[in-house]
């Protein structure tokens, strides 16, 4: 028998040998959908990038008057975004593709992703408009209604409610109320309710909008919206992306009739709702069929070009590498996500469980929130508010940098910790503010375990970059305990480290910025270290663009992780960026996991109505504290 390799991607290609006879001169697609932007970009057999292209949705399509890529209603929670200029955007990402060289006559399957749980609802005419597209006309122009000559459009609601939404309490406290509690919830579909989810926000859609509900004849998921696009009729939701619902049974690979009564607002009107929602295929990588005409016409796509289901942005982008179960990807773009490939299914309300978009047996563990990128630029327009009109960086990393962890400039000083949320947040489950707090840890001397929290004035300070990332790579490091095993020592195999991930792997466009992977490393740790996926800008069009390859050119029955180890060239595609584990440094943040959990506790407690925050089910001890005085948000 060979020696077994011990560098890790030779070790899986060991075990999985993968497919490598890759077909000569064959390309695949890859898109994503998200907040902001729509990236397309194209690889070759050996999953290497050949062109990327992108259409940013403030840049190009000020007209529809959105920031950040949405619209709002603060008066309600709402935050939306409307389909029409995503329609826009494909149509222009394409040509840009086109004009960079590509040439569409060599793709032979293409997949894609979409930013979870934004639903988007189809009018009857949507199928047949679809299916009848002409290639000299635009997407828009031929699927958006129009008041003016009164045309009948494709959509039965003019925007799709976003993941950033926060318009459905009353709906959740029903979702998490109707099978018993919030975690019964999350034990049938991997989550307990959350806002942006599409069971609570299609009750809602019912109630506030009840004729535009009773005109929708389909709906789907933005992910089943952009393949509906490329295939030329209503494509299905895709089988990891359905677990982003509320709606959907884990173990029973079928909708939940209980929660779809709830939805729908009664028995009678399940069947309807069923229908409308469609059928899920159980598999991430059969082929829905052949790409739309309108695109063989106007782009120059081959008519067999295959249209692999489309998954959400999350499930796609842990698609980009062959992640082991110990590894873990930080998403640093709008939102912070950060995602785990596991064989474990051990749902709890804190965080989220979903199928694996390609591989039975596996489950996608997520934890996300809503105040990734935004709330960091908050911070680094607060320390530079005039004169930073480039939005540089800079200023902010050198704060973060040059201040000491923690803000301890002496062993004694407390620990500052803070909350800094523009949005609403979904873990814990507060409104928007800021909050910090000055955390003295429990001390070796007193009897009691005995800690305080001090409230710090709620104004702008130097801090507060440094500040903001520890938190936020905190709260991470609170809700992801579970996962996380022991692991030798590199260096000295016969020492045990603390539970930390194996390595994290950073996406999204935070990743670029040295002083995030820095600061990531000392609060999560990492046995191997903080890496950076080394090709093109986007993890998760690439995830997609994966997906699509192992779906073409698989064997018969060959798993995605093999297919992709078989092909994976670590020097190439990934790359470290910063140091991981630091002894005593990681144990002086453990302590500090205590104190956020504190100041998470605080703030809840003192928000009226404030429920379930995520909390329940986390591991670890609570300190006793010593609570003083009380902290405003703005
Ligand atoms: N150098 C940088 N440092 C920190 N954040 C950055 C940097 N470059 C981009 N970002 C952040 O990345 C966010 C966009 O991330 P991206 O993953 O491209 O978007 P999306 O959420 O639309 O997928 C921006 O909101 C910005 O805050
Ligand atoms: O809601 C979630 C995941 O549950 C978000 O991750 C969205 O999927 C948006 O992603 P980005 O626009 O930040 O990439």
Partial sequence: MDSIPVNPWAFLQYFFPGNVATKQGALYMGFDLSTQQL???????????????????????KKYGIEKGVLTNPSEGEVFAP?????????LVLDRLRKAGLDFSKIKGLSGAGMQHGTVFWSADAESLLGHLDGRKTLVEQLESSGKDHK??????????NWQDASTQKQCDEFDDHLGDAQTLAEITGSKAHHRFSGPQIMRY??????????????????SFLASIFLGKIAPIDISDVTGMNLWSVSEGAWDDDLLELAAGSTAAVPELKRKLGHVPESGGDAFGPISSYFVTRYGFPASCQIIPFTGDNPSTILALPLRPSDAMVSLGTSTTFLMSTPTWKPDPAYHF??????????MFMLCYKNGGLAREQIRDQLSPTANPTKSWDAFNAAALSTPPLSQRSPQDPMRLGLYFPRPEIVPNLPAGQWRYAYQPPTAT?????????????????????????????????????LVSPS??????????????????????????????????EVLGSVEGIYKLDIGSNACALGSAYKAVWAVEREQGEGFEGFIAGRWDEGGFV????????????????????????????????????????????????????????????
């Fill in 575 to 634: 790359r470290k960026v910063a140091e991981g584990y630091k002894e005593g440094v990681f144990e002086g943040y453990g302590e500090a996991v205590e104190g956020l959990r504190g100041v998470e506790e605080r703030v809840l407690g003192e928000q009226e109505g404030a429920k379930e925050g995520g909390l329940k089910g986390m591991e670890g001890k609570r300190t006793g504290g010593t609570i003083i005085g009380s902290a405003g948000g703005y």
């Fill in 83 to 91: 389909p029409a200029m995503w329609l826009e955007a494909v149509d």
């Fill in 39 to 61: 990236k397309g970009l194209v690889v070759d057999s050996d999953l290497k990038l050949v062109y990327e292209a992108k259409v940013d949705f403030d840049e190009d399509f």
């Fill in 354 to 363: 979903m199928n694996h978009p390609t591989t039975p047996g596996l489950y």
């Fill in 488 to 521: 030798p020592s590199p260096t000295n195999p016969s020492k045990l480290l603390p539970p930390q991930p194996r390595r994290v792997y950073l996406v999204g466009g935070g990743s670029a910025n040295p002083a995030l992977a820095r600061l990531c490393g």
């Fill in 446 to 482: 007193t009897t009691t375990t005995t800690s305080t929290l001090t409230p710090l004035p709620s104004t702008p300070h130097p801090d507060d970059a440094r500040t903001i990332l520890e938190s936020q790579f905190l709260s991470l490091r609170l809700r992801s305990t579970a």
């Fill in 206 to 223: 019912r109630t506030k909008y009840p004729t535009h509900y009773e005109q929708t004849d389909r709906i789907s998921l933005v992910s």
């Fill in 152 to 161: 009948r459009g494709a959509f039965a609601h003019p925007m799709s409610p």
